[in-house]
């Protein structure tokens, strides 16, 4: 086994029991150091971040991925602030959430406990670390991150501030860890770390959560790949639809909720399409349209069946026609990665029939999908957007990082 695993991970699991039994008082208290850490140290996470950016220029990334990357003094004092207000978020360690008396005289509690260990594999952006370091925190769980190499220095930086900020409460340092090794193959030996890791949480675009999907023998909790829609029904307000497509395509690209692929029903595509693209001209938006989008839309990309696959994180957008929301329905729940889908419309029936019909984490209606957020929806800080269905959907947050255990209490029952 990888020596450097190897350690991390028995260190880990020595910083669990240990984060296990501490109260809320001290992880709050933890929490709150970080959080003044973080702005305290500022700059030197910027110069870090600054290292990253030259070599994100020399490699080649893209703009919209590079404004994931990017750090500045804005951004750090809005890490800061989600972190301290994870302390304003109820403790999910022992809740009794079930239980009662059996007929023999036991007595059954059902209460929640941390996961354990968890490993977190994400991509490009630094925030994730200080998230997921605070959020582990808080649940009573130690964490081992393994970011992207196009963030190595930010993240080391982030993590070294985080564990001196830990330590000064008399928690352990080693609750969080950063794996610095950034290789696929030190990647693939974590995802196999049964002896030290309990959950392994995948954060970025498609390639990796397939990677860790197929690869792992690491329980897995499914997250990250955000390939989102917009379908324009037939009775959608035009207006209304070019502004929720303009924000869910543009405000951030680069993110997990924003809007890939863009259906319009037939009986309104071509002056949807028109003004839609409008807006989208704003932004530089390539779209890449079947047919009947190609149709309205001189020089338009001609769509390929690979581009209604694709989370592209960048100012591009594929588009087609349907010919009813029972089609937009089905392209949706073939090509969707499940994790945020939306219709406009002024329709009752075909919004309620989209609602039950999108098997996705989040579906809106008359609402742009950036707003597929843990914050946003009131939940506190999270890790990531769940699209799969067993023990957590939709944001990962507290709640969704604790498991749970019966404790059962007798006056010498035996079974007979």
Partial sequence: MNEILEKIGTKAKSAETLMAAASSATKNGALKEIAAALLENSDDIISANGKDLENADKNGMTAAMKERLMLNSERIEGIAKAVGEITALPDPVGKVTGGGALPNGLKLTKITVPLGVIAIIYESRPNVTADAAALALKSGNAVILKGGQEAINSNIAIVNIIR????????????????????????????????????????????????????????????????????????ADIEMAADIVFNAKTSRPSVCNACETLLLHKGIAETALIRIKERLDEKNVEIRGDEAVCAVIPGCTPAVDDDFYTEYSDYIIAAKVVASPDEAIAHINKYSTKHSDAIVTEDYASAEKFAQGVDSAAVYINASTRFTDGGVFGFGAEIGISTQKLHARGPVGLPELVSYKYIIRGNGQVRL
């Fill in 164 to 235: 001196a900020a830990i330590a000064k409460t008399g928690l352990p340092e080693d609750a969080v860890s950063l794996l610095e090794d950034c290789s696929r193959e030190t990647a693939a030996e974590l995802m196999k770390l049964n002896k030290y890791v309990d959950v392994l949480i995948p954060r970025g675009g498609a390639g990796l959560i397939n990677a860790v999907v197929q690869n792992s023998t690491v329980p897995v909790i499914e997250t990250g790949a955000g390939n989102c829609h917009v379908y324009v029904d037939e009775s």
